[in-house]
T-cell receptor, first 113, second 114 residues
């Protein structure tokens, strides 16, 4: 298993541009989530999904959209990037038999100029 | 409002020493308290976790101490090694809740000096 994969690893955007951060897992996990990590702020939940076709907002959802058309993929869309969205983004998934553990991807470092 | 408060923000420990990181939570519905370890350039990974029905859990050199009445828990790293240098996050969740939402602390950057 490749685990949780994220692309790209690094991205630089200009204010107002849009982009999609990709996340995929090959472990057949139903629960997936997106976090952003900022210095002194820890990891904050952006959006999560409990299965294909079902998504919900986390702590900091504004400026981000998600969809979950398949179990494997959970992309995060930035509609109009802002400098405040400069961060490191992590995708995570949770196995159904270990609902207490989240497996994190390697992260995407995003800079918005 | 930070639901899980973590301290210190950074910690320097000599090799062989004890590293202690503290966390406090507000929500009494939380019933699962994990610690995640993150190395530079990597995603966090589960290190050790505790449920509130026990006051201590030990795995190798890593121990969680839990004080339910004070709503506090801490991570102790015994015989700290340079390879333990990483960022540590405490977290909390309502394990029996409708979702698996983890609430993370703000993180502690640990540096173990040789």
């Amino acid at each position: 298993n490749a685990g949780v994969t994220q692309t790209p690893k690094f991205q630089v955007l200009k204010t107002g541009q849009s982009m999609t951060l990709q996340c995929a897992q090959d472990m057949n996990h139903e629960y997936m989530s997106w976090y952003r990590q900022d210095p002194g702020m820890g990891l904050r939940l952006i959006h999560y999904s409990v299965g294909a076709g079902i998504t919900d907002q986390g702590e900091v959802p504004n400026g981000y959209n998600v969809s979950r058309s398949t179990t494997e993929d959970f992309p995060l869309r930035l509609l109009s990037a802002a400098p405040s969205q400069t961060s490191v983004y992590f995708c995570a998934s949770t196995p159904p038999d270990r609902a207490n553990e989240q497996f994190f991807g390697p992260g995407t470092r995003l800079t918005v100029l | 409002q930070q639901q899980v408060k973590q301290s210190p923000q950074s910690l320097i420990v000599q090799k062989g020493g004890i590293s202690i990181i503290n966390c406090a939570y507000e929500n009494t519905a939380f019933d699962y308290f994990p610690w995640y370890q993150q190395f530079p350039g990597k995603g966090p990974a589960l290190l050790i976790a505790i449920r509130p029905d026990v006051s201590e859990k030990k795995e190798g050199r890593f121990t969680i101490s839990f004080n339910k009445s004070a709503k506090q828990f801490s991570l102790h790293i015994m015989d700290s090694q340079p390879g333990d240098s990483a960022t540590y996050f405490c977290a909390a969740m309502n394990y029996g809740g409708a979702t698996n939402k983890l609430i993370f602390g703000t993180g502690t950057l640990l540096a173990v000096q040789p």
